[in-house]
C-alpha cells in the first residue's frame, strides 16, 4: 500500500487562507479526495478527482494537485470549518484505498 | 434519500468474532461498492474492507485472514465478519457507499454514522 502524509495540524485566524498538503507516491495516477470530519461526525465528502466540489459544497474549498502532493484550500476561513480533513487515494493499482493521517485545522 | 445505518457494535472480549451490519436505503448495495472504514477514538480514518459491485473484495492488511466482507441482496445490507479481534480492533466501524471513475481507485461519497466496537477483557 501506498501512504498518505499530511501535516498534524494548521492554525490560522478567520478570514485567513488555509493549505492542507498531502503527499503520496501514488498521486501522480491516482485519484485524491478530502474529507472534512467534524466531532462526533461522520466524515463528508468535500473534494473529489483532485480538484472538483460535490454539489453542496461551498467555493471557498478548493483542490489542486501537482505531482506526488496535492492540496486542499480553504480561502477565508470561517469558525466553522475547524475541522478535521483527511486525503484519501489508494495504491498505485488502486485496488487497496489509504488515508492520510488527517490534519486538525484550528481557527483561533 | 441514501442512508446507511450500521449495527452491530459490542463490547467483547480478545478472540471472540463479531458480525456488523450495514443496511442500506436509497439505492441498492448489489450494484455499488460498500466499504468499511474504522477509526480508533481521537485518531486518524482507517480503511477496513470493500465490496465491488461485480462481488470482488478486498482486504487492509490487518483485515486480512481475520475479516470477511459479505453482501446479502435481498436484505440490501452488507456485512463485515469479524474474526479473532484483538484489543487494537477497537474503534468506531463506518460503512460508506463507494464510487470510482474508470478504473481509478475507490472513494466514499455517503457514510453511516458508525458502530462501536470495544475488545477488552
Known amino acids: 500500500s501506498s501512504e498518505l502524509t499530511q501535516p498534524p495540524s494548521v492554525s490560522l485566524s478567520p478570514g485567513q487562507t488555509a493549505r492542507i498538503t498531502c503527499s503520496g507516491d501514488?498521486?501522480?495516477?491516482?485519484?485524491a479526495y478530502w474529507y472534512q470530519q467534524k466531532p462526533g461526525q461522520a466524515p463528508v465528502l468535500i473534494i473529489l478527482?483532485?480538484?472538483e466540489r460535490p454539489s453542496g459544497i461551498p467555493e471557498r474549498f478548493s483542490g489542486s494537485s501537482s505531482g506526488t502532493t496535492v492540496t486542499l484550500t480553504i480561502s477565508g476561513v470561517r469558525a466553522e470549518d475547524e475541522a478535521d480533513y483527511y486525503c484519501?487515494?489508494?495504491?498505485?493499482?488502486?485496488?487497496?484505498?489509504?488515508f492520510g493521517g488527517g490534519t486538525k485545522l484550528t481557527v483561533l | 434519500e441514501v442512508q446507511l445505518v450500521e449495527s452491530g457494535g459490542d463490547l467483547v472480549q480478545p478472540g471472540d468474532s463479531l458480525r456488523l451490519s450495514c443496511a442500506v436505503s436509497?439505492?441498492?448495495?448489489?450494484?455499488?461498492?460498500i466499504g468499511w472504514v474504522r477509526q480508533v477514538p481521537g485518531k486518524g480514518l482507517a480503511w477496513v474492507s470493500v465490496?465491488?459491485?461485480?462481488?470482488?473484495?478486498y482486504y487492509a492488511d490487518f483485515a486480512k485472514g481475520r475479516f470477511t466482507i459479505s453482501r446479502h441482496s435481498s436484505e440490501n445490507t452488507v456485512y463485515l465478519q469479524m474474526n479473532s479481534l484483538r484489543a487494537e480492533d477497537t474503534a468506531i466501524y463506518y460503512c460508506?457507499?463507494?464510487?470510482?471513475?474508470?478504473?481509478?481507485?475507490?472513494?466514499?461519497?455517503?457514510w453511516g454514522q458508525g458502530t462501536l466496537v470495544t475488545v477488552s477483557s
Open positions: 436509497g439505492f441498492t448495495v448489489s450494484s455499488n461498492y
Open positions: 501514488a498521486l501522480p495516477v491516482q485519484f
Open positions: 465490496i465491488y459491485s461485480g462481488g470482488s473484495t
Open positions: 460508506a457507499r463507494g464510487n470510482r471513475y474508470g478504473y481509478k481507485n475507490v472513494y466514499f461519497d455517503y
Open positions: 484519501q487515494s489508494a495504491d498505485k493499482s488502486g485496488t487497496y484505498v489509504t
Open positions: 478527482k483532485d480538484n
